[in-house]
């Protein structure tokens, strides 16, 4: 069954410190998998983007991995500040048995930033 | 500015009450979507359309009709709305690949 699976479920740190959410994922065959930010009561937003052969990409402080081989992922935020409270949503791309694509999404992890 | 814009953004009606949740978007995408979110089940496909007149189920339409009439508008349908539709929903529109998924603000939908 095609599952994407995150953790944690939430999280609290202090503004400043860093932090690393992680998704795993069991969808096949994979396209893409990407990393979005969803602001409480708005539409997600992506962060970034990570095919089959990328290992690393950065997107300012959001910095994202993925090891294809242990379908693993994960998202790193380097010196957290307050808006960067939100829910970070872990998206897989692969395929439906009709030949469309398929999105598969996660829980979310929520992040809360304290001063 | 590329945009999906929902209308409504909230709503509170009873139960049986048809009504419509509009979407359109600005950037001639083919392929449209509609997700509802719950808290601790995450975003699931209510459902997506490859093009106009073009519309499939996702993993869970019961309850809803879709049309997609022109390629810039993708309503979704209550025809007799439960409290158990209610949730937040959202439409999105997917991008050429690599297939960005680019949503709407939402429309939190609540059935008395």
């Known amino acids: 069954k095609n599952q994407v699976e995150q953790s944690p479920q939430s999280l609290i740190i202090l503004e400043g410190k860093n932090c690393t959410l992680q998704c795993n994922y069991t969808v096949s065959p994979f396209s893409n998998l990407r990393w979005y930010k969803q602001d409480t009561g708005r539409g997600p937003v992506s962060l970034t983007i990570?095919?089959?052969?990328?290992n690393t990409k950065s997107n300012g402080r959001y910095t994202a991995t993925l090891d294809a081989d242990t379908k693993q992922s994960s998202l790193h935020i380097t010196a957290s500040q307050l808006s960067d409270s939100a829910s970070y949503i872990c998206?897989?791309?692969?395929?439906?048995?009709?030949?469309?694509?398929?999105?598969?999404f996660g829980t979310g992890t929520r992040l809360k930033v304290l001063a | 500015e590329a945009q999906v814009t929902q209308n409504p953004r909230y709503l509170i009606t009873v139960t049986g009450k048809k009504l419509t949740v509009t979407c359109s978007q600005n950037?001639?995408?083919?392929?449209m979507s509609w997700y509802r979110q719950d808290p601790g089940l995450g975003l699931r496909q209510i459902y997506y359309s490859m093009n106009v007149e073009v519309t499939d189920k996702g993993d869970v339409p019961e309850g809803y009709k879709v049309s997609r009439k022109e390629k810039r508008n993708f309503p979704l349908i209550l025809e007799s709305p439960s409290p158990n539709q209610t949730s937040l929903y959202f439409c999105?529109?997917?991008?050429?690949?690599?297939?960005?998924?680019?949503f709407g603000e939402g429309s939190r939908l609540t059935v008395l």
């Open positions: 998206v897989v791309r692969g395929w439906a048995t009709s030949g469309t694509y398929k999105y598969i």
């Open positions: 950037m001639n995408h083919e392929y």
């Open positions: 999105a529109s997917i991008g050429t690949s690599p297939g960005e998924l680019f």
């Open positions: 990570m095919t089959f052969s990328e």
